[in-house]
């Protein structure tokens, strides 16, 4: 089976207004620019987006933001884009903000089809206000659900046209969680190579998991903050 989309416009003609759709990446590291790019181009709307941060202003989510196409994200840490803030101070962008760990874990637990799960994070805080708590050897925890999405849009490194997938160092990061947690994931690859030319030992998302691959036409790869000395 050949999963390969001749474009990111073509992976993205595949998305509704009002879809929700996982982004993987770290900051701006490992984040699916191409494909990310290509529906702001193509302006679909009221988008939930599922994504650790919303990049900066000018890049990454930002720019979705700043087009005014996104409803509602559901996010770990926001602190790098001022048109976020300015949106969600003004009652014009609705946000669930979610502790890291618990993040991830409802992200897994979505992808391995969990119901939920307990986690002492957050509990007695407004956060776990209406939800069910228990105590586990003395210590009381809250429930989670799980997230899932509509739809996943990773960045790995490299990709087979049955949708197997490496990634690249710490672009790894939400990657391959959320490839597992959605509908229908769309990959988008640096290499597109034949089935076989991937070292099975290397594989780290099994093409079972996504729907669509594309290989990204270009990449900016932008450092969040440069540090030097």
Same mark, same amino acid.
């Given at each position: 089976?050949?999963?390969?989309?001749?474009?990111?416009?073509?992976?993205?003609?595949?998305?509704?207004?009002?879809?929700?759709?996982?982004?993987?990446?770290?900051?701006?590291?490992?984040?699916?620019?191409?494909? *990310? @790019? #290509?529906?702001?181009?193509?302006?679909?709307?009221?988008? !939930?987006?599922?994504?650790?941060?919303?990049? %900066?202003? =000018?890049?990454?989510?930002?720019?979705?933001?700043?087009?005014?196409?996104?409803?509602?994200?559901?996010?770990?840490?926001?602190?790098?884009?001022?048109?976020?803030?300015?949106?969600?101070?003004?009652?014009?962008?609705?946000?669930?903000?979610?502790?890291?760990?618990?993040?991830?874990?409802? *992200? @897994? #637990?979505?992808?391995?089809?969990?119901?939920?799960?307990? !986690?002492?994070?957050?509990?007695?805080?407004? %956060?776990? =206000?209406?939800?069910?708590?228990?105590?586990?050897?003395?210590?009381?925890?809250?429930?989670?659900?799980?997230?899932?999405?509509?739809?996943a849009f990773?960045?790995?490194?490299?990709?087979?046209?049955?949708?197997?997938?490496?990634?690249?160092r710490t672009?790894?990061?939400?990657?391959?969680?959320?490839?597992?947690?959605?509908?229908?994931?769309?990959?988008?690859?640096?290499?597109?190579?034949?089935?076989?030319?991937?070292?099975?030992?290397?594989?780290?998302?099994?093409?079972?998991?996504?729907?669509?691959?594309?290989?990204?036409?270009?990449?900016?790869?932008?450092?969040?903050?440069?540090?030097?000395?």
């Open positions: 089976m050949n999963k390969v989309l001749p474009n990111e416009d073509a992976a993205i003609a595949l998305i509704p207004d009002g879809a929700t759709i996982m982004m993987g990446g770290f900051g701006l590291c490992g984040i699916p620019e191409n494909l *990310i @790019r #290509a529906l702001r181009e193509r302006g679909t709307k009221d988008l !939930t987006i599922v994504s650790n941060n919303a990049g %900066v202003d =000018e890049f990454g989510i930002g720019m979705l933001l700043r087009s005014r196409q996104v409803k509602k994200m559901i996010a770990t840490y926001v602190g790098e884009n001022k048109e976020f803030e300015r949106q969600f101070l003004n009652g014009e962008l609705e946000v669930e903000l979610v502790p890291q760990g618990t993040f991830s874990e409802r *992200i @897994r #637990a979505a992808g391995a089809g969990i119901g939920g799960f307990f !986690t002492p994070t957050a509990y007695g805080t407004i %956060v776990a =206000e209406g939800r069910e708590s228990r105590v586990f050897n003395g210590k009381p925890y809250v429930l989670e659900p799980p997230l899932a999405a509509d739809f990773v960045k790995a490194w490299k990709g087979d046209r049955l949708g197997n997938l490496v990634y690249r672009a790894r990061n939400f990657n391959p969680i959320m490839a597992t947690a959605a509908q229908h994931t769309i990959a988008e690859v640096e290499h597109l190579v034949e089935p076989g030319d991937i070292d099975p030992d290397h594989v780290v998302t099994p093409g079972i998991f996504v729907r669509h691959i594309v290989r990204g036409s270009r990449y900016e790869k932008r450092i969040e903050k440069r540090t030097t000395r």
